[in-house]
């Protein structure tokens, strides 16, 4: 089963930009799609982003044209590019593995967590 580890998130002004990353453990591409969800608190964990094998992508609407998820396989990592952040954005981001193959488990990160604030 594979790890992921989230990091990047922190304390952003309205508008700004941050990148957060989600390293696996293993090699992922073309075992698992790959999606960042986000939380607040009370609140269901909704998607944000995913990349489905053969590099086919969706994003939540709220997000589209502000956001972009990418990965670098060398890196075993998925990123997620936020920018003209809102307050609204303000979350615990979390990092899903999807897998495609019957005997793995969905896989997911620890969170990492983003503030939009003045």
């Known amino acids: 089963q594979v790890q992921l580890v989230e990091s990047g998130g922190g304390l952003v002004q309205p508008g700004g930009s941050l990148r957060l990353s989600c390293t696996a453990s293993?090699?992922?591409?073309?075992?698992?799609?790959m999606g960042w969800y986000r939380q607040t608190p009370g609140n269901e964990r909704e998607l944000v982003a995913q990349?489905?094998?053969?590099?086919?992508?969706t994003y939540a609407e709220s997000v589209k044209g502000r956001f972009t998820i990418s990965r670098d396989n060398g890196k075993n990592t998925v990123y997620l590019q936020m920018k003209s952040l809102k307050p609204e954005g303000t979350a615990d981001y979390y990092c899903?593995?999807?897998?495609?193959?019957?005997?793995?488990?969905?896989?997911w990160g620890q969170g990492t967590q983003v503030t939009v604030s003045s």
């Open positions: 293993r090699t992922i591409f073309s075992l698992y799609n």
């Open positions: 990349m489905f094998t053969g590099a086919r992508i």
């Open positions: 899903k593995g999807m897998p495609l193959i019957g005997s793995l488990d969905v896989a």
